[in-house]
């Protein structure tokens, strides 16, 4: 599903270069659960981003199912976005003025589908994360796992290739966090890639999969037994 | 624009936005309102002083001399000028076919008239009949003086209401005789004038008899003069302005006047006064203009900067709109497609709350200088749409930059 080779990327800072990654190669098979660990300054989310499509990086190579990103315009970038990827911020980035239907429905309206499919689509995947009751309510009536529960239902609902989840559950309490690795893991055991960026040791022992990265280079890459969040609660 | 899915997104936001679409649509409308609002009080003054002239309607040209101020062929400044019934006798027959009502004037060397025991001083003139129209003065009793009076030298004279108070009382006047410097005059007429008081203390008599009985031989104090009257205005004042400066020159030819000489001969002409209230409003009207044009301008600044300001604070949504597969495009169409709605409902909303106050509140303003102020409605409407499109223009840029934000960078912002 994804396969970069040696990425590279750096960051300008007045008249220095930052070297944030230094050749990163990484393959994820479709239907994988990943986390990617690491300090803060290792490059994890600037992997991510890149993965993303929200930076771009200096050189190497990176094809998302089939395709080559590269050069994207702007337009292109929007498009690939809507069409391959899911977004789950550790902020959730709802958009506050909006509903939690509204809120999920807002990938489908940039797809351009008419809006009462757009609706009972955006019903669906909350009734699918458990808040379709919750549906007409504002973010800021939410507590944060219902917010992230929001942001992973608007994160499936364009149908995406994989997951990009930014450490999901870091602004969450344990308990909460569980649950929204169970709700992770569920939608993985359907066969979505998913990819989690986190620094917590317990979160990345729940996907199958952790890679370690540290200035800049994968200095790790192993299968885990996955732990089931579901137990822990 | 017509995009249904679109306008469904912009209801929403301006619904969940109040407050900030409040205060952008209330810039543009305050903007719009005062615009108006002054550009129908220009007009209202325009009107106003049309009204004043044309109460009046007195096409008078008014010629009265002074003192020479300029060396001339030899001639030493200083020289005191007295025009002579000749002057006003070849004016009438050089300029016969456009004329219409004249008085030449002679004024007493003293006013001073005696009726009975009572005493007054008063204005006093020796002028012809038509000098009735000419100062617009109405009787309240008797006639006024006749070409009869004048052929015959008749030693008549027609008093002001306040003469006739002062000396007369509650007397009738008519037919009684008073004394004018000791010469007995007969009252004929007792005038009423718009001027008021200070007109209606002043008599006049026969010119002919004035100059004769008090020793004025030819001369003249000053002339009223009227041409006749065009319809058109602009062609009125050229007519009048043409023959003023024809005037100006015979007199000052003929009394060796420099022709560069300012203070030696006066001419007002009442039109040519007319014309220059009508600059005066003209330039009031575009100062207005310009007030109404940095009003505006202060607006589009305003609607410019709410702009910068709602997309400084919407930063992070789009960021988070980028991310979830907007085109830069969308993002720049649904910033702008707001404000425009906005500023276009706003600038409306001003427009007809100030045509409203116009309409209903204009009629009822009737101080002496404006009068039914009103403003051309395609004017009106022009300065919206300018608005409008200037707000546009103003908020594309924000927009735009606002679209080529990275989401990533968008996202980082808290």
């Known amino acids: ?233 | 624009m017509f995009d249904l899915e679109r306008w469904d997104e912009i209801f929403e936001t301006i619904r969940k936005n109040k407050l900030r679409t409040f205060l952008t649509g209330l810039s543009v409308a305050s903007g719009i309102f005062i615009l108006v609002i002054l550009l129908g009080v220009g007009e209202g003054m325009k009107n106003g002083i049309s009204r004043e002239f044309e109460q009046d309607a007195a096409n008078l040209i008014f010629v009265f001399p002074g003192v020479t101020s300029k060396e001339y062929r030899g001639l030493n400044p200083g020289r005191i000028i007295q025009l002579k019934n000749d002057d006003y006798n070849k004016i009438l027959l050089k300029h016969a076919d456009v004329l219409d009502a004249t008085s030449a004037v002679y004024q007493l060397p003293s006013g001073e008239m005696v009726y009975g025991k009572e005493t007054g001083s008063y204005r006093a003139d020796g002028v012809f009949p038509a000098f009735q129209k000419l100062e617009n003065i109405s009787l309240v009793s008797g006639r006024f003086l006749n070409m009869n009076d004048l052929e015959e030298n008749a030693k008549v004279v027609v008093i002001g209401n306040r003469i006739k108070l002062d000396l007369f009382k509650d007397e009738d006047a008519i037919g009684k005789y008073v004394k004018i410097q000791g010469v007995t005059f007969k009252v004929v007429g007792v005038f009423t004038d718009p001027g008021g008081e200070r007109e209606e203390s002043r008599f006049t008599v026969p010119i002919t008899t004035a100059q004769t009985t008090y020793g004025g031989g030819g001369d003249i104090a000053r002339m009223y003069l009227t041409i006749k009257q065009n319809d058109d205005f602009e062609t009125a004042v050229a007519d009048s302005q043409f023959f003023t400066s024809e005037l100006e020159s015979f007199l000052k030819e003929r009394h060796t006047i420099a022709p560069d000489d300012n203070s030696a001969l006066h001419i007002n002409n009442t039109l040519e006064n007319m014309m220059r209230f009508y600059t005066l409003i003209n330039m009031i009207k575009l100062f207005f203009w310009g007030v109404g044009i940095c009003t505006i301008i202060a607006g589009v600044v305003g609607v410019s900067n709410i702009m910068l300001i709602i997309v400084k604070e919407r930063t992070r949504e789009i960021g988070i709109r980028k991310a979830l597969g907007a085109q830069p495009l969308s993002i720049i169409g649904m910033i702008l497609h707001e404000s425009i709605f906005v500023t276009a409902i706003a600038g409306f909303t001003g427009l007809i709350l100030s045509l409203v106050l116009l309409e209903f509140v204009g009629p009822a303003i009737e101080t002496p200088y404006i009068y039914n102020p009103s403003v051309n409605f395609a004017v009106a409407i022009n300065t919206v749409i300018i608005l409008v499109v200037a707000g546009a223009v103003a908020g594309f840029f924000p927009a735009w930059r606002a679209a080529r934000i990275k989401p990533i960078i968008a996202l980082r912002d808290e």
Not at chain 1, 159 to 172: H, I, M, R, S, Y
């Open chain 1, 1 to 233: 599903m994804i396969q970069i080779t040696n990425l590279h990327k750096s960051y300008k800072t007045g008249a220095n270069s930052l070297h944030v990654l230094k050749g990163i190669n990484f393959n994820v098979a479709e239907g994988e659960l990943v986390s990617i660990m690491g300090s803060s300054g290792s490059g994890k989310s600037t992997l991510l981003n890149i993965l993303g499509m929200l930076d771009e990086a200096d050189e190497g190579s990176y094809v998302l199912d089939g395709v080559t990103i590269k050069n994207l315009s702007e337009k292109q970038g929007a498009k690939y976005r809507n069409k391959f990827l899911g977004f789950i911020f550790q902020s959730f980035n709802l958009i506050s003025y909006k509903s939690a239907l509204d809120n999920v429905a807002l990938p489908l309206y940039y797809q351009g589908m008419a809006r009462g499919e757009r609706m009972d689509r955006a019903m669906a995947y909350l009734e699918k994360v458990g808040l379709a009751q919750w549906s007409d309510h504002l973010p800021n009536q939410l507590s944060g796992g219902q917010k992230q529960r929001v942001a992973i239902a608007r994160a499936l609902a364009s149908d995406p290739k994989v997951l990009l989840a930014d450490e999901p559950t870091g602004a969450l309490d344990t308990k909460t966090s569980y649950e929204v690795m169970d709700l992770i893991q569920k939608i993985n055991d359907e066969g979505r890639t998913i990819l989690v960026v986190t620094h917590e040791n317990d979160i990345a022992h729940m996907t199958k999969r952790i890679v370690n990265l540290k200035d800049g280079l994968i200095i790790e890459d192993t299968p885990v037994q996955q732990v089931r969040a579901l137990e822990n609660v």
